[in-house]
C-alpha cells in the first residue's frame, strides 16, 4: 500500500479537524451548563421550556439561554403567533458589561425588524438599553430575564428583581424573540435550540 503523500495528509487532516469542530460547536449549542427549571409560573400560566442553548460570540460562551412557552412549537413563525405569556431566561457565562449586552439587543432588534418598527417602539427599546446600562457588569452565574405578559407588556429582570414596570405590547416583545430567532439572529445554532430543532 503507498503511503499518502505529504500535501494530502495533510490536507485530509485539515478535514477532519474542521469536520469534529463543526460537530463539537452543534453539540456544544445544545448542551447548556445552566440548570433550568422545567417550568415556569408566569401570571398564572405554567409555561414549558420550549428550548434551551448557549449563546457564542466567536469561541467564547456569553450567557445561556431558556425559552419558555405555553405550548412547543418549532418555527419563529408558530413562535411569534403563540398567543400567552413567554419567558427568557439567561444565566450570563462570563463577566459581560451592562452597555454591551444593552448595545448588543438594540442591535439584534434592527437587524431582524423593520426600521418602521424599530423606531416605532424607540421608548421600549431605550429602557432595554437603560435597564442594563444601569448594571456596570453582569459577571458569571448572574440572571436576567424578559418577560411578556398580554396586556400589560414586557418586563426586565435582573437577579430576579424586576427593573421597572413593563413596557412595550406583544409586537415588541415579538421583536425582541427576533433577536435570538429572527431571520439575521445573534446565533444560528442557538436559535435551532431555542426552537427544539
Known sequence: MKPIPFPLRQTLLVGALFCACAV???QAATTVTSTFAPTQVVQ???LLVNGMGTRYKAIFKVYDLALYTQSK???PEALLALAGPKRLNFVALRDVPGTDLGLAFIKGLNSNSSPELVQKHTASSTRLIDIF???PRLVAGDTFAMEYVPGKGTTFFIQGQAQGAPVGDAEFFGMVLKIWVGPAPADFKLKDALLGQ
Open 24 to 26: 463539537l460547536q452543534v
Open 133 to 135: 446600562s444601569g448594571k
Open 44 to 46: 398564572g400560566t405554567t
Open 73 to 75: 412549537v418549532s418555527t
